[in-house]
């Protein structure tokens, strides 16, 4: 069965302190990672699609990786702004377009 | 961009009442829209995938006959929660695939059964 898993659940960080959300995936065949960003109350917003193992996309403060086994989002220099949940999501190779959402990792930038 | 107007954004209704909620795709032809659930703290859970002029594919445990999905054009697709109860108070979100670019959601409904 393919899997999505996030740490941490939730993380808690000071205004400029960095860190790293992990998603960790099994899939039968990864057509393409997402990471996508949530607010409370709203619909997920597109950040980025991953593809294959050693690709890095950045935006702004946010930079995700990918390796055969999981992805990571880093957060330099982290603002309040960037408060929200983060969700990481698969899409398998070979089924359908759909989706298979991890829990999320609800982050917390403290000013 | 892609977007998707989904409506209303909030709605409470009275057990046994139906209710539909409506996502448009707004300057893009969506000929496949999913369906998914949030629970509080939890991940989003698909429902069903509708496509236009098809039936609907649901996920196993989601009833058919209770989530009734409609496709009917290439901008509009509909759920509708039928004899709504309380358990079935949830976020919904409705989803349409944008190729590499990944994909559009609505902004979501909060649905309150009392």
Known sequence: EDQVTQSPEALRLQEGESSSLNCSYTVSGLRGLFWYRQDPGKGPEFLFTLYSAGEEKEKERLKATLTKKESFLHITAPKPEDSATYLCAVQVRGGSEKLVFGKGTKLTVNP | ?114
């Open chain 2, 1 to 114: 961009g892609a977007v998707v107007s989904q409506h209303p954004s909030r709605v409470i209704c009275k057990s046994g009442t139906s209710v539909k909620i409506e996502c448009r795709s707004l300057d893009f032809q969506a000929t496949t829209m999913f369906w998914y659930r949030q629970f509080p703290k939890q991940s989003l859970m698909l429902m069903a995938t509708s496509n236009e002029g098809s039936k609907a594919t649901y996920e196993q445990g989601v009833e058919k006959d209770k989530f009734l999905i409609n496709h009917a054009s290439l901008t509009l697709s509909t759920l509708t929660v039928t004899s709504a109860h309380p358990e079935d108070s949830s976020f919904y979100i409705c989803s349409a695939p944008r190729g590499r670019v990944g994909y559009t959601f609505g902004s979501g409904t909060r649905l309150t059964v009392v």
